[in-house]
């Protein structure tokens, strides 16, 4: 009966591993890969930022897994790059953000998941909808947002800091929701 039980086990974990096109190690290819993020200002003038590096890798055996480095925040104006990384991000005491992705059923198409996102010293949990592609002659695997994720900038302690670039920038207010998008491009190691 032991023996039984261990075959279809075996069996069942053969199937699991070989159903989802991710189960192999990828690395992330960052010259074919962004990170979005838009912010709002005066209620009416929306802006669009990207981080230029970070890291990443889907290793089934664990999950996906990015770092993002935020001192590489690029706003296209330095002193508002500086600004962020100091008042905002507070690079000096949290230098990067991490994201990590249970890869369990992760397959070609559009899903919802759940990651997890570290950032200033809190960790949240965010469900939210990916598309993920992998072309049969293709040695890429994509990964990219269905749709923008939303992050309430409060929800990781960021009031005070939006407060300061608020008042060193002069503006009447700064929203605290961000738009996030990505395209993440992977290559099989």
């Not at 994201?99 to 949990?125: D, F, I, M, R, W």
């Amino acid at each position: 009966m032991f023996q039984d039980l261990t075959r279809r086990l075996t069996g069942l974990l053969a199937l699991m591993l070989l159903s989802a096109p991710v189960f192999a190690d990828w690395a992330l290819v960052p010259e074919q890969s962004f990170i979005y993020f838009a912010s709002s200002k005066n209620g009416s003038i929306t802006e669009v930022h990207r981080f230029d590096r970070f890291e990443g890798e889907l290793d089934p055996n664990k999950q996906g897994r990015l770092s993002i480095d935020l001192s590489s925040v690029n706003t296209s104006i330095p002193i508002r790059n500086e600004r962020m990384q100091e008042h905002l991000f507070a690079v000096e005491q949290y230098p990067e953000a991490q994201v990590t992705v249970p890869l369990y059923g992760l397959e070609n198409g559009t899903q919802t998941v759940k990651a997890t996102l570290e950032l200033h010293g809190y960790s949240t949990e965010i469900t939210t909808r990916l598309h993920v592609s992998q072309a049969d002659d293709s040695p890429y695997l994509r990964v990219s947002t269905a749709q923008p994720i939303l992050l309430d900038a409060q929800d990781f302690g960021f009031g005070d800091g939006l407060e300061k670039l608020r008042e060193l920038a002069a503006l009447q207010s700064i929203s605290p929701i961000v738009p996030v998008s990505f395209f993440l491009s992977f290559e099989e190691k």
